[in-house]
């Protein structure tokens, strides 16, 4: 656990370029035969880090949901703990790492393998925040699909331009747009 922590500040204060075992043994406070005993290549770390961030990102979800106002409607609250969770350091480390994988073929395949069994956690943990009716909804996985993709949009967008005016309009909107797609009968 202390070596996927070291990882992940790691990834959050240098970048995936500076994130070296090196640095995760420093930051860790472990010899080197102990990384490499837990994790004897970079990949099997990495690969790890992947499971360790989706559950700090799905903690950070349900500690969101319990941050939501009372007032709001299921779908605002569902949504609005989803885009919080988004902002959390831990979700710019997974970003980090996906950003990464763009050119590193072991990362890619070391990351696939572990966002497999991650995106089957994410669609529980949206079924879950979203609830019934609008989870078993027809429309409801293309949904779901749109909100990750909306919000991680805006969550890599934060790195050029912060405006939490913007980014609540936005989500304000889609809200919106997602009542009404999992209200109307499909075509």
Do not use: C
Not at 10 to 21: H, N, R
Not at 144 to 151: D, P, Q, R, W
Not at 180 to 187: Q, S, V
Request: net charge neutral; hydrophobic share 45%; proline share 4%.
């Amino acid at each position: 656990m202390r070596i996927l922590e070291a990882l992940v500040e790691s990834l959050i204060d240098v970048g995936y370029a500076k994130t070296t075992t090196v640095e995760v043994q420093r930051r860790a406070d472990v010899s080197r035969g102990a990384l490499l005993h837990h994790f004897p290549t970079r990949d099997e770390l990495f690969e790890a880090a992947v499971r360790f961030l989706v559950e700090v990102n799905e903690r950070a979800v349900r500690e969101a949901l319990g941050r939501m106002p009372e007032g709001l409607l299921p779908l605002e609250r569902a949504i609005g703990a989803l885009a919080e969770a988004l902002r959390q350091p831990a979700y710019a480390a997974e970003l980090e790492l996906w950003m990464a994988a763009r050119t590193d073929g072991d990362l890619r395949a070391a990351l696939r393998k572990a966002e497999r069994r991650a995106r089957r956690d994410l669609n529980r943990v949206i079924a879950e925040l979203f609830g019934e009716p609008w989870s078993t909804a027809p429309r409801f996985p293309l949904v779901s699909e749109m909100t990750v993709t909306l919000l991680r949009g805006l969550a890599t967008s934060r790195a050029l331009r912060a405006d939490s005016a913007r980014e609540r309009a936005l989500i304000a909107q889609w809200t919106g747009f997602v009542r009404e797609l999992l209200t109307e009968a499909p075509t």
